[in-house]
């Protein structure tokens, strides 16, 4: 039993005798019941509210690179967090020649506090999203011969072996490459990365 309950106890008779010769006051109980439903609907209040921003926890996943998400799947499960932040840092810190694959993620998680709480968070949690890489189209300047007075614009459409071998004039058949696509080609071509809009 509440305090509530024990302060504001119902009345043994279902009903009130207009013939009574006592006067009843009832401005008590009724502040009692005023305060009693003021407080329940604060708790509802406060319950609807934690249940959209536990909806809202649920929905949006922790967005990690691709690279971040490799990092994760491949520590194990009875790591800390903080066990496995001090390992990526070790493997690059310590070994830097054998795992030159992890200083994309140890230079994502030196980026910020952001990124170290969202390491953490999905690795404890092993719930993510991986997040889509920028893609970029190569588009060259005018080339003698590989583009025409009609377009200002020649997009690299085919690349073997770190060597381009095919051009277009529009993005339709150009490649959608990654930056470190392009800049292992040659790190030139960088200048003429044109970001791929939504949609495309």
Known sequence: MTKFEEEVKRPKKAYIDPFSKRDVDFTG???????????????????????????????SLPVVPECVAGAIESI????????????????????????????????????GIDNQDTFALAFITRKYQVEKPQLFYIDLPKVFGLSDSTSDSTFVSKAES???????????????????????????????????????
């Open 76 to 111: 194990p499960d009875h790591y800390s967090a903080f066990e496995a932040i001090d390992l990526i840092k070790s493997k690059v810190e310590v070994f830097t020649e054998e795992n030159k694959d992890w200083l994309q993620v140890y230079n994502w998680l030196c980026e």
């Open 29 to 59: 109980v009724a502040k009692k019941f005023t305060e009693g439903a003021q407080t329940l609907k604060e708790w509802k209040e406060y319950a609807f509210l934690l249940e959209d921003k536990l909806k809202l926890q649920q929905q």
């Open 162 to 200: 770190g060597i381009i071998s095919e051009f277009t004039k529009g993005k339709d058949y150009a490649l959608k490459l990654t930056e470190q696509e392009i800049k292992s080609i040659d790190e030139r071509y960088w200048q003429f990365a044109v970001p791929v809009e939504d949609g495309e």
